[in-house]
């Protein structure tokens, strides 16, 4: 072996440390031009069972340039292919295939091979491929013989597999095929034993069978069945004593309960090695009665929880993917109720070699220095070999530029023409590892292997990478520039990888543009532009929010999104993290979710995901889901008494809206069945109430549920539940005593209800006496009544009342007096010195003296004042008024009446009133109130209009309210914008009834106001506004023509002269020739109506014909029937005319006529 001193080895594996193996890209541009020695891309596993049934494929296949060659070996000599027909090699390919279905043995064929792939730069080792043909051996025939055991004591059948290749996979069955039952109590062991902690009688069986399954083959080997018989200890004996001519093998001492004892494993302590990577697989199967349970500890540390399982009851711990750190000691403890037992599990942990660092492909240019490194770990620790093109490194010719230490290969300085695969081997006991690694000597020019004018798109403040992958021998070194090759890129904030790669941690718009990267080494130089788009971010603006929806109804979730607008975004919804149901009710658009008809199963979490090319934004919300509870179930009456009982009840479905209260009601069977009544609430945390009852009631209970949506359905009534009949617990509730008439006391009362009777014969004893006057109480018992009459009292005076209840049980207690009076009486006397004090013209004041008590002869109620206007004291208004009344109350002795007539005389009268009605009316007394405002004229218009004057003409208001004495006439201009001038006001006399203002502007607006006064002052104005003309020529009179006697004279002669015409065009109609209708008309005679002859024309009469009903609807406004409808006479009337035409354009004249006697409304007028 080639060894440098101490001295130069530091200095190469520092060098070793600052070079970096130069990887040679697959472009296939670029493969074709490069030589490459062999690198092995696919091989068999290094364990190949083979089916026997199919032909042996032993994989191999590599790379490289020139494509290699493949040779094989076995059993370490050379497997010569060539000769062996039934082996063939794949084309291009080392893969063997090896023909063993005409009828070779696979066995023939079991060996370790190994291929090598070669061409002039090297050769290439596959690993060493062991194999070995599948086997599914027999079960070796045996009978076995049932096996007895005691009740209570354990039980083991073993299996014992035959051994196969690779070993089968155990289970119990019946000879059903149905799996054994297993439990804590029995479980089928690691080795495929089943195992009885302890035996019972259902244990019995004569089909416990184990099969075995080889998984290569998919065969399935059966063992004989076994048969176990449990009996008990005297069974057992008798048993035995048959077998065996003999009794009493066993004690008659029954089974006991024993302390747990390990089947597997045994002892108190064992030890187990497992492999790193591996399964580890700990067991412990205990006897015992009771059936004992099996925990697991570790003693040095903790079990790794997420790689660690228990399984089989608890019985097998499994911890996967084994590490050094799993070694240590495992404690099972098997216990029951008597005991426990312990047994601890050494466990060691071994490797088999695995790599820290795998040597990879090194590629250098002339001269250059490198290091190809094996580095593996195992326990024991590998063992590293080294080999070249297949030989080992010590057998093949020293090469000053190559040294080896140990897991190190350091080349220095290398030549063209070294290039070479080198193998490395890390081997111990439990396995071994096989590398390949090329050292390929290369001389290439800089090529930029990224796409020229590659744009990149990011998002901004999200980091760009930027690519200039490149190859060549030196490796080349790149540079960076931005827009111009002014000046390169360095520092902050970009980021230089070593295979080319610019990085840009936080992008910003001032990023974009355009880069470009320079590959230079010793040979060349090359360079590559590419461009960045800094995009804005896609952001949910308006994300869904949380909802709460009733069931059948709808709901809308948003999503509003603001993305760059180079970009297009899609959205797309999750529910649950899952697509959408795929239903019509799930309307999905760009910004918004729409779900119709909610039900319980839309509830969840729903995402909104907009997403474009470059990025996506996400957000969530809830949808809850809400209803009316589901009615309480199973209903229970409990704890009964005499009236109380205790319901309780199983709340339903709350349909994620929490019950904030239970409602339980009744139903009274007895009473009122069918009914249901509230009896109590309870709040929704409790499912229990304690219910306070009344006597003789059938009680039947439900429940109804409230939670924010409303009320459940009632719950199934209770069973019905009966109290017993006791005395009423109250008297009748609302007792009153009054009067109807002067001679009599009502007394009533609100009846007890039937919940409230207590009992049956429910009646009521009605008791009165005169208050202060009686002691004794008289009484009187009615029933099914609400009211008892007492007659011949005196009026209205003071008496005490009581109604009590009593039933067939008993009476009530005892019941409070009620003071009530007996009837009235109208009262028997007038106010007195009744007085009026008039105090404006519309208001006056009455006083009185109250009505002496005696007299009221009930409760005084108040007083009333009659009063109506008799006449005006004006002569020309003198019409009577209604009769009003104002009512006060029973203190007052004055009041006031409102709204009078000013300037008219009254009467009134006064009287005293109390329930019963009015007493007599207090002398009439007669008042006049003054002088008022008067009313609105009754009218005010403009008559005429000149260029400088108007005419105005009034007439007297109708309520003058006093004497006219004159108008008040104001007026102004009012210009086109309505603005208002200066206000002239005039004085007119009162038996003026027009004024014509003279001294006007021409065409000029003039707005008036117009009141009458009397001396009280003016009354309300009307008002009017007129225009003077522009021209003289403009006036005309304001004459309306048509109350004109010679319009009216001349309409009446043009109506006269119309009416004389008509009558005249029906007589030539009806009495002259034929015109062209008739002739068609004789032409085609109608068989069932005949034209008349002028000799059957008759004015004033009626003949047979004329009794014939009408045919058509409807007659002309001419009064002749129409006949049904000519073409051609509708033509030639259309040519005469007189035709006529609605608003609409539709035709309303004649055009026909029916042959047949004449309208009657003709001949009538006639």
Same mark, same amino acid.
């Given at each position: 072996?080639?060894?440098?001193?101490?001295?130069?080895?530091?200095?190469?594996?520092?060098?070793?440390?600052?070079?970096?193996?130069?990887?040679?890209?697959?472009?296939?541009?670029?493969?074709?031009?490069?030589?490459?020695?062999?690198?092995?891309?696919?091989?068999?596993?290094?364990?190949?069972?083979?089916?026997?049934?199919?032909?042996?494929?032993?994989?191999?296949?590599?790379?490289?340039?020139?494509?290699?060659?493949?040779?094989?070996?076995?059993?370490?000599?050379?497997?010569?292919?060539?000769?062996?027909?039934?082996?063939?090699?794949?084309?291009?390919?080392?893969?063997?295939?090896?023909?063993?279905?005409?009828?070779?043995?696979?066995?023939?064929?079991?060996?370790?091979?190994?291929?090598?792939?070669?061409?002039?730069?090297?050769?290439?080792?596959?690993?060493?491929?062991?194999?070995?043909?599948?086997?599914?051996?027999?079960?070796?025939?045996?009978?076995?013989?049932?096996?007895?055991?005691?009740?209570?004591?354990?039980?083991?059948?073993?299996?014992?597999?035959?051994?196969?290749?690779?070993?089968?996979?155990?289970?119990?069955?019946?000879?059903?095929?149905?799996?054994?039952?297993?439990?804590?109590?029995?479980?089928?062991?690691?080795?495929?034993?089943?195992?009885?902690?302890?035996?019972?009688?259902?244990?019995?069986?004569?089909?416990?069978?184990?099969?075995?399954?080889?998984?290569?083959?998919?065969?399935?080997?059966?063992?004989?069945?076994?048969?176990?018989?449990?009996?008990?200890?005297?069974?057992?004996?008798?048993?035995?004593?048959?077998?065996?001519?003999?009794?009493?093998?066993?004690?008659?001492?029954?089974?006991?309960?024993?302390?747990?004892?390990?089947?597997?494993?045994?002892?108190?302590?064992?030890?187990?090695?497992?492999?790193?990577?591996?399964?580890?697989?700990?067991?412990?199967?205990?006897?015992?009665?009771?059936?004992?349970?099996?925990?697991?500890?570790?003693?040095?540390?903790?079990?790794?929880?997420?790689?660690?399982?228990?399984?089989?009851?608890?019985?097998?711990?499994?911890?996967?993917?084994?590490?050094?750190?799993?070694?240590?000691? #495992?404690? *099972?403890? !098997?216990? @029951?109720?008597? &005991?426990?037992?312990?047994?601890?599990?050494? /466990?060691? =942990?071994? %490797?088999? $070699?695995?790599?820290?660092?795998?040597?990879?492909?090194?590629?250098?240019?002339?001269?250059?220095?490198?290091?190809?490194?094996?580095?593996?770990?195992?326990?024991?620790?590998?063992?590293?070999?080294?080999?070249?093109?297949?030989?080992?490194?010590?057998?093949?010719?020293?090469?000053?530029?190559?040294?080896?230490?140990?897991?190190?290969?350091?080349?220095?300085?290398?030549?063209?023409?070294?290039?070479?695969? #080198?193998? *490395?081997? !890390?081997? @111990?006991?439990? &396995?071994?590892?096989?590398?390949?690694?090329? /050292?390929? =000597?290369? %001389?290439? $020019?800089?090529?930029?292997?990224?796409?020229?004018?590659?744009?990149?798109?990011?998002?901004?403040?999200?980091?760009?990478?930027?690519?200039?992958?490149?190859?060549?021998?030196?490796?080349?070194?790149?540079?960076?520039?931005?827009?111009?090759?002014?000046?390169?890129?360095?520092?902050?904030?970009?980021?230089?990888?070593?295979?080319?790669?610019?990085?840009?941690?936080?992008?910003?718009?001032?990023?974009?543009?355009?880069?470009?990267?320079?590959?230079?080494?010793?040979?060349?130089?090359?360079?590559?532009?590419?461009?960045?788009?800094?995009?804005? $971010?896609?952001?949910?603006?308006?994300?869904?929010?949380?909802?709460?929806?009733?069931?059948?109804?709808?709901?809308?979730?948003?999503?509003?999104?603001?993305?760059?607008?180079?970009?297009?975004?899609?959205?797309?919804?999750?529910?649950?993290?899952?697509?959408?149901?795929?239903?019509?009710?799930?309307?999905?658009?760009?910004?918004?979710?729409?779900?119709?008809?909610?039900?319980?199963?839309?509830?969840?979490?729903?995402?909104?995901?907009?997403?474009?090319?470059?990025?996506?934004?996400?957000?969530?919300?809830?949808?809850?889901?809400?209803?009316? $509870?589901?009615?309480?179930?199973?209903?229970?009456?409990?704890?009964?008494?005499?009236?109380?009982?205790?319901?309780?009840?199983?709340?339903?479905?709350?349909?994620?809206?929490?019950?904030?209260?239970?409602?339980?009601?009744?139903?009274?069977?007895?009473?009122?069945?069918?009914?249901?009544?509230?009896?109590?609430?309870?709040?929704?945390?409790?499912?229990?109430?304690?219910?306070?009852?009344?006597?003789?009631?059938?009680?039947?209970?439900?429940?109804?549920?409230?939670?924010?949506?409303?009320?459940?359905?009632?719950?199934?009534?209770?069973?019905?539940?009966?109290?017993?009949?006791?005395?009423?617990?109250?008297?009748?509730?609302?007792?009153?005593?009054?009067?109807?008439?002067?001679?009599?006391?009502?007394?009533?009362?609100?009846?007890?209800?039937?919940?409230?009777?207590?009992?049956?014969?429910?009646?009521?004893?009605?008791?009165?006496?005169?208050?202060?006057?009686?002691?004794?109480?008289?009484?009187?018992?009615?029933?099914?009544?609400?009211?008892?009459?007492?007659?011949?009292?005196?009026?209205?005076?003071?008496?005490?009342?009581?109604?009590?209840?009593?039933?067939?049980?008993?009476?009530?207690?005892?019941?409070?007096?009620?003071?009530?009076?007996?009837?009235?009486?109208?009262?028997?006397?007038?106010?007195?010195?009744?007085?009026?004090?008039?105090?404006?013209?519309?208001?006056?004041?009455?006083?009185?003296?109250?009505?002496?008590?005696?007299?009221?002869?009930?409760?005084?109620?108040?007083?009333?004042?009659?009063?109506?206007?008799?006449?005006?004291?004006?002569?020309?208004?003198?019409?009577?008024?209604?009769?009003?009344?104002?009512?006060?109350?029973?203190?007052?002795?004055?009041?006031?009446?409102?709204?009078?007539?000013?300037?008219?005389?009254?009467?009134?009268?006064?009287?005293?009133?109390?329930?019963?009605?009015?007493?007599?009316?207090?002398?009439?007394?007669?008042?006049?109130?003054?002088?008022?405002?008067?009313?609105?004229?009754?009218?005010?218009?403009?008559?005429?209009?000149?260029?400088?004057?108007?005419?105005?003409?009034?007439?007297?208001?109708?309520?003058?309210?006093?004497?006219?004495?004159?108008?008040?006439?104001?007026?102004?201009?009012?210009?086109?914008?309505?603005?208002?001038?200066?206000?002239?006001?005039?004085?007119?006399?009162?038996?003026?009834?027009?004024?014509?203002?003279?001294?006007?502007?021409?065409?000029?607006?003039?707005?008036?106001?117009?009141?009458?006064?009397?001396?009280?002052?003016?009354?309300?104005?009307?008002?009017?506004?007129?225009?003077?003309?522009?021209?003289?020529?403009?006036?005309?009179?304001?004459?309306?023509?048509?109350?004109?006697?010679?319009?009216?004279?001349?309409?009446?002669?043009?109506?006269?002269?119309?009416?004389?015409?008509?009558?005249?065009?029906?007589?030539?109609?009806?009495?002259?020739?034929?015109?062209?209708?008739?002739?068609?008309?004789?032409?085609?005679?109608?068989?069932?109506?005949?034209?008349?002859?002028?000799?059957?024309?008759?004015?004033?009469?009626?003949?047979?014909?004329?009794?014939?009903?009408?045919?058509?609807?409807?007659?002309?406004?001419?009064?002749?029937?129409?006949?049904?409808?000519?073409?051609?006479?509708?033509?030639?009337?259309?040519?005469?005319?007189?035709?006529?035409?609605?608003?609409?354009?539709?035709?309303?004249?004649?055009?026909?006529?029916?042959?047949?006697?004449?309208?009657?409304?003709?001949?009538?007028?006639?």
């Amino acid at each position: 072996m080639d060894r440098p001193s101490d001295g130069r080895l530091a200095l190469l594996l520092l060098l070793g440390h600052m070079i970096t193996a130069l990887e040679v890209p697959l472009d296939p541009k670029l493969l074709e031009g490069l030589p490459q020695p062999p690198t092995i891309t696919h091989q068999s596993p290094k364990e190949y069972i083979v089916d026997p049934r199919e032909n042996i494929v032993i994989h191999c296949e590599a790379k490289g340039k020139p494509h290699p060659g493949f040779s094989w070996t076995r059993n370490g000599t050379h497997f010569d292919i060539d000769k062996d027909p039934k082996v063939t090699m794949k084309p291009h390919s080392g893969t063997l295939v090896i023909d063993i279905i005409g009828g070779e043995k696979a066995d023939a064929y079991e060996g370790v091979y190994q291929c090598t792939a070669h061409n002039q730069l090297g050769s290439a080792l596959s690993n060493h491929i062991t194999i070995r043909q599948s086997r599914s051996p027999l079960w070796s025939k045996e009978k076995f013989s049932p096996i007895v055991a005691q009740e209570g004591q354990s039980l083991v059948l073993q299996c014992r597999p035959p051994a196969g290749l690779p070993p089968p996979i155990v289970f119990w069955m019946d000879n059903n095929f149905q799996r054994l039952p297993q439990s804590r109590r029995v479980s089928q062991g690691l080795n495929g034993d089943l195992y009885f902690s302890n035996v019972l009688m259902e244990d019995s069986r004569n089909n416990y069978i184990c099969y075995a399954r080889f998984p290569h083959t998919q065969t399935i080997q059966q063992k004989q069945p076994i048969t176990v018989h449990v009996i008990d200890l005297d069974s057992l004996n008798d048993t035995m004593a048959d077998y065996f001519n003999d009794t009493d093998l066993f004690s008659d001492k029954p089974v006991e309960e024993r302390v747990p004892v390990l089947l597997v494993p045994s002892g108190s302590l064992s030890s187990q090695m497992v492999l790193r990577g591996e399964v580890l697989e700990l067991e412990c199967i205990a006897d015992g009665l009771p059936t004992p349970a099996v925990s697991w500890t570790k003693l040095s540390g903790e079990i790794p929880g997420h790689r660690a399982s228990l399984m089989n009851f608890n019985k097998t711990l499994r911890i996967s993917d084994v590490s050094e750190a799993d070694a240590g000691e #495992y404690r *099972c403890t !098997a216990g @029951n109720r008597l &005991g426990s037992v312990h047994h601890t599990i050494r /466990v060691s =942990v071994k %490797a088999a $070699p695995y790599w820290i660092s795998a040597p990879r492909n090194l590629v250098l240019a002339p001269l250059e220095t490198g290091v190809i490194t094996c580095r593996a770990r195992g326990h024991p620790k590998p063992h590293i070999q080294w080999s070249m093109n297949g030989l080992p490194i010590e057998d093949t010719p020293k090469d000053p530029s190559r040294t080896v230490e140990d897991d190190s290969i350091i080349f220095s300085e290398v030549q063209t023409g070294s290039s070479a695969v #080198y193998q *490395c081997n !890390a081997s @111990n006991q439990h &396995g071994y590892l096989l590398a390949n690694a090329f /050292v390929n =000597v290369l %001389a290439e $020019p800089p090529r930029v292997l990224t796409a020229p004018n590659k744009v990149y798109q990011v998002i901004e403040n999200r980091p760009a990478l930027l690519e200039c992958l490149s190859f060549g021998s030196p490796v080349p070194a790149v540079t960076w520039f931005k827009d111009s090759r002014s000046s390169m890129l360095e520092g902050d904030p970009y980021v230089f990888h070593k295979n080319g790669t610019l990085e840009i941690h936080v992008s910003q718009a001032a990023n974009g543009g355009k880069y470009t990267c320079v590959a230079r080494n010793n040979l060349g130089i090359s360079e590559n532009h590419v461009y960045l788009e800094v995009k804005e $971010p896609t952001r949910i603006l308006r994300p869904p929010e949380y909802r709460v929806v009733q069931r059948n109804r709808d709901v809308l979730f948003e999503c509003k999104v603001k993305h760059d607008p180079s970009l297009i975004p899609s959205t797309s919804w999750l529910k649950d993290g899952g697509e959408l149901p795929e239903d019509d009710r799930f309307r999905a658009q760009l910004d918004s979710l729409t779900i119709t008809g909610v039900t319980e199963s839309d509830a969840g979490t729903y995402t909104c995901v907009t997403y474009t090319s470059l990025d996506q934004d996400s957000a969530s919300a809830r949808l809850t889901v809400v209803g009316q $509870p589901d009615a309480p179930t199973d209903l229970e009456l409990t704890d009964p008494g005499a009236r109380s009982v205790q319901l309780t009840w199983t709340p339903g479905d709350e349909h994620n809206s929490a019950i904030k209260k239970f409602l339980i009601q009744y139903e009274d069977g007895l009473h009122q069945s069918g009914v249901w009544l509230n009896l109590t609430e309870v709040p929704g945390t409790k499912t229990t109430a304690h219910l306070k009852l009344s006597p003789y009631v059938h009680y039947s209970f439900r429940v109804l549920a409230l939670n924010g949506v409303g009320y459940s359905r009632p719950s199934l009534p209770s069973r019905q539940y009966r109290t017993n009949p006791a005395a009423p617990d109250e008297n009748p509730s609302e007792v009153k005593g009054h009067g109807t008439e002067h001679n009599n006391l009502v007394i009533t009362w609100k009846p007890l209800t039937g919940l409230q009777a207590n009992g049956p014969g429910l009646q009521y004893t009605v008791l009165w006496r005169q208050h202060g006057v009686e002691e004794d109480w008289t009484s009187v018992s009615v029933a099914n009544v609400s009211k008892f009459v007492v007659s011949g009292t005196p009026t209205f005076v003071p008496y005490e009342v009581m109604v009590r209840a009593q039933n067939a049980y008993g009476p009530g207690p005892e019941p409070a007096a009620v003071i009530g009076h007996s009837g009235e009486d109208f009262p028997s006397a007038a106010p007195g010195l009744v007085q009026v004090l008039v105090l404006n013209s519309t208001l006056a004041e009455v006083h009185w003296e109250h009505v002496p008590l005696w007299a009221v002869r009930g409760r005084l109620q108040g007083y009333k004042v009659h009063y109506r206007r008799e006449r005006s004291l004006h002569r020309h208004n003198s019409h009577h008024g209604e009769q009003r009344s104002e009512s006060f109350g029973p203190n007052r002795t004055r009041g006031k009446l409102p709204d009078l007539h000013p300037f008219s005389v009254y009467s009134l009268h006064v009287t005293a009133f109390n329930s019963r009605g009015e007493g007599p009316a207090s002398a009439t007394q007669r008042f006049e109130t003054p002088e008022g405002v008067p009313g609105v004229p009754s009218f005010f218009r403009v008559s005429a209009s000149d260029l400088d004057s108007l005419t105005l003409e009034w007439a007297p208001p109708h309520e003058r309210n006093g004497r006219l004495t004159g108008y008040t006439l104001r007026y102004q201009t009012v210009n086109s914008s309505h603005d208002l001038g200066l206000l002239d006001e005039m004085d007119l006399l009162s038996n003026q009834s027009s004024v014509t203002l003279h001294n006007l502007h021409h065409s000029t607006r003039y707005k008036f106001y117009f009141s009458a006064k009397t001396q009280q002052g003016s009354g309300p104005a009307l008002t009017e506004e007129a225009v003077t003309i522009l021209h003289r020529a403009m006036v005309s009179p304001q004459v309306d023509i048509a109350t004109q006697g010679w319009f009216i004279g001349l309409m009446s002669a043009i109506a006269l002269l119309i009416l004389i015409l008509l009558i005249v065009c029906f007589i030539k109609r009806n009495k002259g020739g034929k015109y062209p209708v008739k002739e068609k008309e004789d032409a085609h005679g109608d068989p069932e109506i005949q034209p008349m002859k002028e000799d059957d024309i008759m004015f004033g009469e009626y003949s047979e014909e004329d009794r014939k009903p009408l045919r058509v609807s409807r007659t002309p406004s001419s009064g002749t029937v129409p006949r049904d409808g000519s073409e051609d006479s509708l033509v030639e009337y259309a040519d005469s005319g007189d035709t006529q035409f609605n608003e609409d354009g539709s035709f309303i004249g004649q055009y026909s006529g029916r042959s047949g006697p004449p309208s009657p409304v003709i001949n009538s007028l006639v």
